[in-house]
């Protein structure tokens, strides 16, 4: 694909931002000479003090020259002491008039009867709201009133946001820090790359990224997938001539196709290409609009997959050679039948026990379970089977009656109502998921497709996943797993919902991977439509959240108090394929554009 | 950007030569505004009028109706009033200077005058404004020595703050009319502050005047002209239009039989709105005057409330057209949007532009805060003890 003009400020050999022998005066220097290049810009008003209003540490209004306009999420700087400027994100714009009330317009405008135009125009003047994101000086005083502000460029952005100490690290570290996230529009017709910090992505300082919002179609995922592919390319990038220690070829990506086939063309190039202003937005972050490289995708076996040989998906299915067919037998399912009894109220925990002596029982090989092979096996001719016709209790504890509702509801689960994933015997040529991730390797992308399951075998397949990749990393002692994982799941709110309680199987180890990923080399991006419904444990390890269009009285939850008030009342008018970015670096949120992808999309 | 410092600084030397010479009663809490304690418009309005207590001469033709209707005139069709002028003063005693049996107040005086031009959109813009800083003192009462020794501590202050001392012993237009009624001698002061700010109002019109063609549009004085204007011959193009006016005039109408003779209540509670009356001469006919009622009576607190009273100058003391005071009129009916209700208990009577530009002066004034913070008397007990 051809390139156009590259961000010039990271990831090019010959352009480094400043020699990797940068010292502090040279850093300095750079900030200065920020400085300088900010007040060259066009004045758009003067920070504005009243008694009633004060200016803080934290905010600062300013008012607009006339016709000028701004938007909220526009990067300002401001003039301040000692030559240094002080970035700020604009949060909200007020028009305010010397009319002390709108009874007193009322009687302006003659009573109300008057419906020409004023003689003369009321003074009236747009005040904007700006939240402090940080003083090229480090100097927290107030933006005094009167000082000039301008709409910050590029290099100002960056400065204001954190994102210079980023490319700082990035040279004197001589590996890839800056993760471009998408495009800052500045308002004046200019854009700016936002960039996440690599550390605070992949880990060890934090991880994780949320997406969340009702933004439009596939927007979320779409998102996502820019972002794996942003994190992969930058990665592979070189620093002053050097490769990073861990690239590409270290990183293995699990993708979760929860919706219709959106996830199973990624190798695939799109049909005519991108549009040019998608191909722009992708060359301007420096990034190459192109499909995933190496994919594997991971299908569900259905009802006639047997005699079809057909995956149970939407849609034309990938290539066979791409694919492989997984299912689930007894004997493969044993040690995740908890999962697939997520959702499944057990107050008492008789399930729970029933379960646990399954497992026993099928790990110490006893003798009156060997002839337990089969799902129908287990319901028929199982010793638990022999308690529900005897009517003894199971070590004297469980009824026979609990023992009856556990098959019923197993029975419903894996005969009656299921969509053909469990199996009596695995066919050859078929895997688990359990091996597909253990066999995982660097610099591929697996993709596996639950989209067409029940919602409990889409929670079975998500915890096996969860569960195979912990046990790989934190409990193996296997050697050759890739360095970095990245698992994107959209939909996280159904197997880690911030209603259910504490203990949940699956729950358990959706924590363990969010807490640990970071030091583990496990990174979660997770999504869903609304963030209050996933456990607060999750989302609070997501040191980088997104999010698209919101609702307002999802807005009120808690999982938003993070958010001031004004940014709150912009989230819920925001366009498809608006975001807002949140990041440990950024004082503030931003609202960032990103290109669409450049696989192929049913939709 | 730097922190700002004391802007009065300067003024030390000032105060400490007054502070030597005389026992100085400070205001308690330093500089405190003095609030204006009399209606200066139709006190000045009054005085102006002084010699014209009985009005007998029509001043237009071919009109001789005593309302004449009016219909608003926008500035979409014939934009009339280009120019708005005004003058705001803001007084502030700073103590009582006593001398043996004497003592007069001395009040420091913001005052300031400022034109706004009004473009084709209606949008507002400063055309020119000058302000000056007072010290106001009743000469009479200091030594010469005193006053030479204050007059050069202010000539010399350094920094950007330049203050003039004015002398109010001194006469002007007004303050030995009878009808200024005040001797009190703090509202004498704030008179003079008064007349110091109609002096730099008439400094800006003749620069507005001789600097903008005839056709550059109609120039609105905030008050009544005074004899400066009455008697000028240059440019014309402006009127005076008076908020408060004198309720003193009567008006004789007609002649033999059917002469009437109105008093200014009467004959202003019966003009509609959308009107104004015919138009009268004043000052032996070097001005033209009439009421025009901008707002429907019924929606306002009294009879006389939402009339202003417009001056046209008139240097040759001719009859004027009927014509013109009607488009005059209409324009200013038209005026009556937006206004500065809730702002100014005037607003039934202001005019929107002029409201503006007297805010553009005042916003150039040091606020009450700034100055009780920067305006200090030298440390009285070490001069008294010195």
Known sequence: MAQKKRNPDVGTEAEPVVTAAADEDAWAAEVRRIEGAEREGGVIGRASATERIPNSSEQFAFWLRPDQKVNPFNIVSAEHYDGSVTFGLVTNIKHSTDSPAHLSNFIANDFGTLTDEPQTPRQGTNVADVAVLSNTQDTYMPVQTESLVRFAGEEGVHLGLGIHSMKRKEQEERRPVCIPAGLIDLGNGETAAAYLDADYVLGPESAHINISGISGLATKTSYAAFLIQSILQTMDRKVDGRSSEVTSADVATIIINVKHNDLLMIDQERRGGLPPADLDMWDRLGLTAQAFGDVQYILPAGKDTERTGQPNCFGEPPELIRSSIYAYSFRDTFDRLDVLFTDIPDQWGTLDSILGEIRQAIENKAQDWQAVQTWHDLMEKSPLAEHLTSGKKLRGEIAPSSIGRFFRILRRMVRNRQTGIFVSQLPKGWTTIRKAVADIKGGKTYVVDIARLNDNEKTLVFGDIVRTIYELYAESDVTELPRKLIIFVDELNKYAPAARGEKSPILDDILEISERGRSLGVILIAAEQFMSAVHPRVTGNCATKVLGRTDSSELNEAAYRFLNQDVKGHLTRLEKGELLLTHPIYRQPVKIKFPRPAFLQSR | ?386
């Open chain 2, 1 to 386: 950007m730097r922190a700002p410092s004391n802007p009065f600084a300067s003024l030390e030397p000032a105060l400490r030569a007054l502070a030597e010479s005389m026992d100085v009663l400070p205001a308690t809490g330093q500089a405190q505004e003095y609030l204006q304690q009399f209606d200066t418009d139709e006190v000045y309005d009054r005085i102006r009028m002084a010699e014209d207590r009985l009005v007998t001469r029509i001043m237009e033709r071919p009109s001789s109706e005593l309302y004449v209707p009016l219909a608003p005139l926008p500035r979409a069709e014939d934009h009339v009033f280009r120019f708005f002028l005004d003058g705001a003063a803001r007084t502030f005693f700073l103590g009582t200077l006593v001398l043996r049996d004497n003592s007069t107040p001395l009040v420091l005086a913001q005052v300031g005058a400022a034109v706004v031009r009004r473009e084709d959109d209606g949008c507002i813009a400063k055309h020119a404004g000058q302000t000056q800083m007072l010290f106001l003192l009743d000469g009479s009462v200091l030594p010469q020595g005193v006053w030479d020794n204050l007059c050069s501590a202010l000539n010399d202050a350094p920094g950007p703050l330049h203050l003039r001392a004015v002398d109010t012993s001194k006469a002007d237009d007004y303050n030995n009319s009878p009808q200024l009624s005040t001797r009190e001698p703090r509202s004498k002061t704030r008179h003079r502050a008064n007349w110091e700010m109609r002096l730099l109002e008439i400094e800006l019109l003749r620069e507005l005047l001789t600097t903008t063609p005839e056709d550059a549009g109609y120039v609105v004085i905030d008050g009544g002209l005074g004899k400066e204007f009455r008697a000028w011959t240059g440019r014309t193009g402006f009127i005076g239009v008076v908020k408060n006016f004198s309720k003193d005039p009567v008006f004789e109408i007609g002649r033999g039989p059917r002469k009437a003779v109105l008093n200014i209540f009467q004959l202003i509670a019966q003009l509609p709105v959308n009107h104004r009356t015919l138009a009268f001469a004043a000052d032996g006919g070097r001005a033209v005057f009439w009421y025009v009622r901008i707002r429907e009576q019924g929606l306002l607190d009294y009879p006389l409330m939402g009339v202003v009273k417009v001056e046209l100058p008139n240097p040759h003391e001719e009859v004027q057209e009927s014509a013109l005071i009607d488009r005059l009129s209409a324009a200013l009916v038209a005026e009556r949007t937006v206004t500065p209700h809730g702002r100014d208990p005037r607003w039934h009577a202001h005019l929107y532009p002029i409201s503006v530009a007297e805010r553009v002066i005042r916003e150039g004034f040091f606020s009450e805060e700034v100055l009780r913070a920067g305006i200090k008397w030298p440390r009285l007990q070490e001069i008294a003890a010195q």
